[in-house]
């Protein structure tokens, strides 16, 4: 593969003498290119152990009595000595480490992508168990104002509850609930002759953020809605449309 940038700009760059424009290009292809990063790492760095050296020297009374010596320095600074080997080393250890980082990176994405998985598997198996249950909720009522004052005391922590009296929705009850070893409340609403389940737990990050905006999918043939506000985690799933999911959400969000 032939690299685009031209060896004389790399050596303008690391010489500044650039233009703006032409150092805003080569910034933006080093950003995309590692061995041509690599090569003008290892040329700034010999640039600067050369730098140091003649300051060193300088300084001392022989290089004031050989002004010859002093003229061949100033040359080697303006043309510095290339050393293959030093930056054949800077370009494998630059590729080894944006490797490392990629893998590093792709591992935590699916780590965090099966962890989410499993969590809404979990709260599907509950949403079907309840529905299923001759009892399906703690507390039976239609009111909002009787089925929030009864989870309180019991989670450790709050939260609001829309008036569904205008809406297509019914309340029919809540219940207690443990995910992932921490209790949550699972709300229990009818839309025609489907049920559907409001899952609100505390958030868990990496795999749920605090706050996060909603995100829909459908779960063997449940539809399935998620999204994150004030460290909690709110998850929709029924057996309806992903329209009635979103719109049920919303009421949630507003609620919130």
């Known amino acids: 593969m032939t690299c685009a940038l031209d060896p004389i700009q790399l050596q303008a760059y690391v010489d500044e003498s650039l233009s703006p424009q032409e150092l805003a290009a080569v910034e933006t292809h080093m950003r995309e290119c590692a061995p041509c990063a ?27 009595m050989r002004p010859e010596f002093r003229n061949r320095m ?32 792709s591992t935590t994405v699916v780590l965090h992508r099966t962890e989410r998985k499993h969590a809404i598997a979990e709260l599907l198996d509950l949403h079907v168990a309840t529905m299923a249950s001759p009892n399906p909720v703690d507390v039976i009522s239609t009111d909002r104002h ?25 309340l ?3 219940k207690l609930i443990y995910f992932e070893h921490n209790p949550g409340a699972q709300l229990v609403l009818g839309l025609n002759k489907h049920q559907i389940s409001v899952f609100i737990v505390q958030a868990q990050p990496p795999q749920f953020p605090s706050d996060a905006g909603p995100t829909s999918n459908t779960e063997q043939g449940f539809s399935v809605e998620t999204w994150s506000h004030a460290g909690l985690r709110f998850f929709v799933i029924g057996d309806t449309s992903p329209a009635d999911i979103h719109a049920l959400g919303d009421l949630f969000r507003a609620a919130m």
């Open 172 to 174: 029919l009850g809540g």
């Open 74 to 105: 100033q040359k080697q600074l303006v043309q510095p000595t290339r050393r293959p080997w030093m930056t054949a080393r800077v370009q494998w250890a630059s590729a080894l480490i944006m490797a490392l980082v990629l893998i590093v990176a």
């Open 38 to 64: 690599a090569e003008a790492l290892a040329k700034l760095q010999l640039k600067r152990n050369t730098r140091a050296a003649a300051a060193d020297f300088a300084s001392s009374p022989e290089f004031r």
């Open 146 to 170: 009787t089925v929030k004052p009864w989870f309180q005391g019991k989670l450790p922590f709050t939260f609001n509850l829309p008036e569904f009296e205008n809406s297509r929705y019914k």
